[in-house]
């Protein structure tokens, strides 16, 4: 059974080269388009990891963050953060909400693929 990763990111591009790198991996694919969207469709069984990006609409990566590992069974979800964001603070503020990862925009999807199949496996 195919691993479940939930993808959160305003960007319909950013979206659609997630969900090509991460489908043709074997990874099943929910998408949001911000966090409050990201809160409504994660799945009551739950997801295998989360991406998402930092500056979004509505609930910004770090309060989606923070919702998540409010949820039953969510502590241990593995996290990623992509994002433009680089500053040192911002990713504290990532590591302090719960963050897992880190990983910078521009990115190679070869570079995304690495990060995901150390946290999560398929």
């Not at 991996?25 to 998402?52: M, R, S």
């Amino acid at each position: 059974m195919a691993k479940k990763i939930l993808m959160v990111d305003d960007s319909a591009t950013v979206r659609k080269v997630l969900r090509m790198t991460l489908k043709n991996d074997g990874y099943e694919i929910i998408e949001a388009e911000n966090g409050k969207h990201a809160l409504e469709v994660f799945p009551a069984q739950g997801v295998d990891l989360v991406v998402t990006d930092l500056n979004m609409p509505e609930i910004d990566g770090i309060g989606l963050i923070k919702e998540v590992r409010q949820k039953p069974g969510a502590r241990f979800i593995p996290i990623i953060m992509l994002t433009t964001e680089s500053q040192p603070e911002k990713k504290q503020a990532g590591k302090k909400a719960g963050a897992s990862g880190w990983v910078t925009k521009p990115f190679k999807p070869e570079q995304l693929l690495a990060v995901v199949r150390m946290v999560c496996p398929n």
